[in-house]
């Protein structure tokens, strides 16, 4: 019943009874005519609905506007040169990400921008202390091969602070991919799957989302997770070496994204192959095919990525051969005929003269390169068999001893019996290439 009915029939109740108080029965006590009117009363009290108050709940604040004002600051740092008041807007969330982005900072604090602005769109919350946004990067540079006016645009993460319930910059908004190894199969996952029993994680992926009309970067990191563990296996198994550290790699969108948030000075590549302890990154195009590197720039980046590793701890190890190494497991696995000549033609045009070659003329005496040291690894393979050579690598790059005690120890002969033999076989490979 609505209160205005409740009103009415209280009203008719108390004029009932004052009719009947005045018409009635004279003798009637007038304690009980009191009664009743102090009932009607109480009655019209109980009837009458006391009004509620109800609190008014503080607006929240606009995440729009708050994120404008994280990105706000993080420009004006960037303009004034302040390494240290920038990273006060940076989470500390994605270790990898601080790092490279630390080095991207010591760039312009060493040569600063002539201008630099961010904008953000696309804002997506994940909850309400994350929240996914593209950020649009610009800037201009004294040096011109660094301008950046056609802007960068980058999918990033923002979290809240707990100490402080500010916004921060927490880079860019991967999502990560496993594989895992049981030691018979891989598995991948992918962040909507479960993770399997009994297995050892060994390759990470990461992938940017999709968001906005931004169709992000998991196809790429769907098409490479097909082949890579395969990849993995081969490249592990010719260099007799499993990583002690997982493998990471990410995949960026655009290339003007990647220098934005790593490194401005990096040249055009597809890969790009850091030292022990960083991501290797891997550059797709979305709007185009998403296709991911082939198999053998792949098999040369994860040897390239194992080899650091397994010589991390040897700053004297011989690059040339590191390098020509690398070359040398794809090679052998995912190279042509055409390219194991090519690379000995390479190494036979070091020579001075190619009619009468000599031990003393070895470019492993006058400057050894990168083709050198994988045409070196092909003799040593064909010479004395695929587990020596293995050892003899490990020996130089994993436990840093010299080329000539590491010839000796696995290989049973001296570094110039080695050469020797080495330029016989250029001589013999140069009859059989012409």
């Known amino acids: 019943m609505s209160k205005r009915a409740y009103i009415l029939a209280i009203f008719f ?60 600051r993080m420009a004006n740092a960037v303009e004034g040169g302040d390494v240290e008041r920038y990273f006060e807007f940076v989470a500390d969330t994605d270790p990898f990400f601080v790092q490279e982005h630390r080095h991207w900072a010591e760039f312009w604090e060493a040569q600063p921008f002539d201008r630099y602005a961010l904008d953000i769109n696309s804002i997506k919350e994940i909850s309400e202390t994350e929240a996914l946004a593209r950020m649009i990067i610009n800037w201009t540079h004294p040096s011109g091969e660094l301008v950046g006016v056609n802007g960068a645009n980058v999918t990033v993460r923002f979290v809240k602070s707990p100490e402080t319930d500010e916004w921060l910059f927490a880079g860019e908004a991967w999502e990560i991919a496993r594989a895992f190894w049981d030691g018979t199969n891989w598995t991948v996952v ?24 931004i169709e992000g970067t998991r196809e790429a990191a769907e098409k490479l997770l097909a082949d890579l563990p395969g990849v993995y296996n081969v490249v592990s198994t010719e260099l007799d070496y499993i990583p002690q550290e997982i493998i990471h790699i990410r995949f960026y969108d655009f290339q003007i994204n990647l220098r934005a948030m790593t490194d401005l000075r990096l040249r055009p590549s597809q890969i790009y192959v850091n030292l022990p302890g960083l991501p290797m990154k891997i550059i797709v195009v979305p709007e185009t095919d998403s296709q991911p590197p082939s198999i053998e720039s792949m098999s040369t980046s994860l040897a390239e990525s194992m080899l650091h590793e397994m010589s991390q701890d040897n700053p004297d190890t011989p690059s040339w051969l590191m390098l020509g190494a690398t070359e040398f497991v794809t090679a052998q696995n995912y190279r042509t005929q055409t390219f194991r000549n090519n690379q000995i033609e390479n190494v036979l045009a070091l020579l001075p003269d190619t009619e009468a070659i000599e031990p003393e003329d070895s470019p492993l005496l006058t400057g050894p390169s990168i083709s050198v040291g994988t045409v070196l690894l092909m003799y040593i393979d064909e010479t004395y068999e695929a587990q020596s050579r293995r050892e003899w690598l490990k020996a130089i790059l994993g436990d840093g001893q010299s080329l000539e005690d590491a010839t000796d120890s696995v290989l049973g002969v001296s570094f110039d019996e080695l050469n020797e033999g080495f330029m016989r076989w250029l001589g013999d490979e140069l009859d059989r290439i012409q």
Do not use: H, M
């Open 13 to 72: 109740i108390i004029v009932t009874l004052l009719v009947a108080a005045c018409g009635g029965d004279d003798e009637q006590d007038s304690d009980t005519e009191r009664d009743r009117v102090q009932d009607a009363r109480t009655a019209l009290a109980a009837a009458t609905p006391t009004p509620t108050v109800r609190p008014t709940a503080t607006p929240r604040p606009s995440i729009e506007g708050e994120l404008a004002r994280t990105v706000a």
């Open 190 to 213: 992918f962040p909507e799957d479960d993770v399997p029993d009994n297995s050892e994680e060994r390759i990470r992926v990461y992938y940017l989302p999709e968001i906005g009309a």
